[in-house]
């Protein structure tokens, strides 16, 4: 079946073409791009004049593993959605599981440094399961310097993970922040030579904690310039919290000296991540000039009160997602160091999404819309679309190009190297992908709330995942789940 978009305003971040075409697709690709393009009988013509016709998101750092989540990032904008800041391990089981459940758009994982990690020095059987990762972030025995007989095999099991079509190396260095910098150049060594790039959630900075064995930031730009691997450096915009300029600056001098880093950053000033995390116990806080008030957990919406019940709650559930606020984002100030992250040059949107968790225990729903009461970040609702609210019509910041640049095209190209398959995507001419969003440029907004946060986003018209329809005239398909695996192909 063919389908034809009929008179919307094209915008390929890979030719840099922004004008009035047709758009052509068939069986998944792209076969025609331009004007009066002629329809054939049987083929489905949309007309979408007065919409914006782009390359679907790809989004970087996705840790949602179920349909319902998908579905939510779908009404985003998003056609490929990669946990690769973590990772899942086994990496075989992660795809079988994802492909045997079906999925609405296409996904993939990273090698999970920190199982790999957990199962050599903790004897943390990985499942590749994210809850049970988030529990297992809370567990010390992990977080500490390895043997060098442990280093060998964590590394041989990363190699190993590599090798069966990981999308690059997930590492999770902020939630073990005292480890040696040793273990993170040689992990470095390996993705070089494997030609894989890494995801890193760095460890604290200097002025956050004096006594870290060497500042986050520095530390990625340092080991990229020393073994020329390529090395992504996660919500830079949360990592570094007020001290944003100063950290920016340094990545952009790393560059400039041939460090080849990468910087993601979403448009919230506050994270989630589980309860039991490093850097959110009492004296961690502190370090950062936060305090127990500023975290809220995220099933039941309550607020720590004090250090007492901080302590309660990391020993009780040390996986239980929560919320921890970075900026305040009434503040213009805090605003703008969030406008600075997201505005930095080449800086790519990835959302950093998370499951969807219900009071009765389970984090999937086939139902559409989901059921009520369901609790995660807003980031998985809407980080796109706000992100295109603030940057493209609020500020005008970015034009529309520039959007689908750092949605779409960047994010793709930091794939290009580790799987070929990422080099028809991002991109809207002759031959690409047919993963493809219609976006209202004047209604496109979030509509998530920190304590509303399934709402769907809307403005996504519609959205096709290898030229299937996902959205149609804003409304979600559920009978749609033509998502596929994007893997790595070792060298």
Same mark, same amino acid.
């Given at each position: #079946?063919?389908?034809?978009?009929?008179?919307?305003?094209?915008? =390929?971040?890979?030719?840099?073409?922004?004008?009035?075409?047709?758009?052509?697709?068939?069986?998944?690709?792209?076969?025609?791009? %331009?004007?009066?393009?002629?329809?054939?009988?049987?083929?489905?013509?949309?007309? +979408?004049?007065?919409?914006?016709?782009?390359?679907?998101?790809?989004?970087?750092?996705?840790?949602?593993?179920?349909?319902?989540?998908?579905?939510?990032?779908?009404?985003?904008?998003?056609?490929?959605?990669?946990?690769?800041?973590?990772?899942?391990?086994?990496?075989?089981?992660?795809?079988?599981?994802?492909?045997?459940?079906?999925?609405?758009?296409?996904?993939?994982?990273?090698?999970?440094?920190?199982?790999?990690?957990?199962?050599?020095?903790?004897?943390?059987?990985?499942?590749?399961?994210?809850?049970?990762?988030?529990?297992?972030?809370?567990?010390?025995?992990?977080?500490?310097?390895?043997?060098?007989?442990?280093?060998?095999?964590?590394?041989?099991?990363?190699?190993?993970?590599?090798?069966?079509?990981?999308? %690059? +190396?997930?590492?999770?260095?902020?939630?073990?922040?005292?480890?040696?910098?040793?273990?993170?150049?040689?992990?470095?060594?390996?993705?070089?030579?494997?030609?894989?790039?890494?995801?890193?959630?760095?460890?604290?900075?200097?002025?956050?904690?004096?006594?870290?064995?060497? *500042?986050?930031?520095?530390?990625?730009?340092?080991?990229?310039?020393?073994?020329?691997?390529?090395?992504?450096?996660?919500?830079?915009?949360?990592?570094?919290?007020?001290?944003?300029?100063?950290?920016?600056?340094?990545?952009?001098?790393?560059?400039?000296?041939?460090?080849?880093?990468?910087?993601?950053?979403?448009?919230?000033?506050?994270?989630?991540?589980?309860?039991?995390?490093?850097?959110?116990?009492?004296?961690?806080?502190? #370090?950062?000039?936060?305090?127990?008030?500023?975290?809220? #957990?995220?099933?039941?919406?309550?607020?720590?009160?004090?250090?007492?019940?901080?302590?309660?709650?990391?020993?009780?559930?040390? %996986?239980?997602?929560?919320?921890?606020?970075?900026?305040?984002?009434?503040?213009?100030?805090?605003?703008?160091?969030?406008?600075?992250?997201?505005?930095?040059?080449?800086?790519? +949107?990835?959302? =950093?999404?998370?499951?969807?968790?219900?009071?009765?225990?389970?984090?999937?729903?086939?139902?559409?819309?989901?059921?009520?009461?369901?609790?995660?970040?807003?980031?998985?609702?809407?980080?796109?679309?706000?992100?295109?609210?603030? #940057?493209?019509?609020?500020?005008?910041?970015?034009?529309?190009?520039?959007?689908?640049?750092?949605?779409?095209?960047?994010?793709?190209?930091?794939?290009?190297? +580790?799987?070929?398959?990422?080099?028809?995507?991002?991109?809207?001419?002759?031959?690409?992908?047919?993963?493809?969003?219609?976006?209202?440029?004047?209604?496109?907004? *979030?509509?998530?709330?920190?304590?509303?946060?399934?709402?769907?986003?809307? %403005?996504?018209?519609?959205?096709?995942?290898?030229?299937?329809?996902?959205?149609?005239?804003?409304?979600?398909?559920?009978?749609?789940?033509?998502?596929?695996?994007?893997?790595?192909?070792?060298?």
């Amino acid at each position: #079946m063919r389908t034809l978009l009929r008179g919307g305003r094209v915008v =390929d971040p890979a030719t840099g073409f922004d004008g009035t075409a047709d758009v052509l697709v068939s069986d998944g690709v792209v076969t025609a791009v %331009g004007e009066g393009l002629t329809a054939e009988p049987g083929d489905v013509e949309i007309d +979408v004049r007065g919409l914006v016709v782009g390359p679907g998101f790809i989004d970087l750092h996705s840790h949602v593993h179920t349909i319902a989540g998908q579905r939510l990032q779908a009404m985003d904008g998003v056609t490929t959605a990669l946990d690769l800041e973590a990772g899942l391990m086994p990496i075989e089981r992660a795809y079988a599981e994802a492909a045997a459940a079906g999925r609405p758009l296409h996904y993939g994982f990273s090698a999970s440094w920190g199982a790999a990690r957990a199962q050599v020095l903790a004897g943390i059987e990985p499942d590749a399961n994210i809850d049970s990762g988030l529990a297992v972030l809370g567990n010390p025995v992990w977080q500490r310097t390895s043997s060098p007989k442990e280093l060998a095999a964590w590394l041989s099991l990363v190699d190993s993970e590599l090798t069966a079509g990981a999308l %690059g +190396v997930g590492v999770l260095l902020g939630y073990a922040p005292d480890t040696d910098p040793g273990e993170f150049l040689a992990l470095a060594r390996l993705a070089k030579e494997a030609g894989a790039p890494t995801y890193t959630h760095v460890r604290e900075l200097v002025e956050v904690n004096p006594a870290t064995p060497i *500042d986050g930031s520095a530390e990625i730009a340092i080991v990229a310039a020393e073994t020329g691997a390529a090395m992504h450096h996660c919500h830079v915009n949360s990592t570094s919290g007020h001290q944003i300029e100063r950290v920016l600056a340094a990545l952009e001098a790393g560059r400039a000296a041939g460090s080849r880093v990468t910087v993601e950053a979403y448009p919230y000033g506050a994270g989630s991540t589980g309860i039991g995390a490093a850097f959110l116990s009492p004296e961690r806080l502190k #370090m950062k000039g936060l305090s127990p008030s500023s975290v809220i #957990m995220l099933e039941s919406g309550e607020r720590i009160a004090d250090e007492g019940r901080l302590l309660q709650v990391r020993a009780e559930d040390p %996986g239980a997602p929560c919320i921890l606020e970075f900026l305040d984002e009434s503040s213009p100030h805090d605003l703008g160091l969030l406008h600075q992250a997201l505005a930095f040059p080449d800086a790519i +949107v990835a959302s =950093d999404a998370l499951p969807v968790y219900w009071k009765n225990g389970t984090s999937e729903s086939t139902e559409w819309p989901l059921p009520p009461g369901g609790a995660t970040h807003p980031r998985t609702s809407g980080t796109y679309s706000k992100t295109l609210r603030l #940057m493209v019509r609020e500020s005008k910041a970015w034009t529309w190009l520039e959007a689908f640049r750092r949605c779409s095209y960047l994010p793709a190209r930091v794939l290009d190297e +580790v799987a070929p398959g990422a080099l028809a995507k991002g991109r809207l001419n002759v031959g690409a992908d047919a993963d493809i969003v219609v976006l209202d440029p004047e209604a496109v907004t *979030d509509a998530a709330t920190y304590f509303d946060p399934t709402r769907p986003s809307v %403005g996504v018209r519609h959205l096709f995942v290898s030229g299937v329809p996902v959205v149609t005239d804003g409304n979600l398909r559920t009978d749609a789940f033509p998502g596929k695996p994007l893997r790595g192909e070792p060298r």
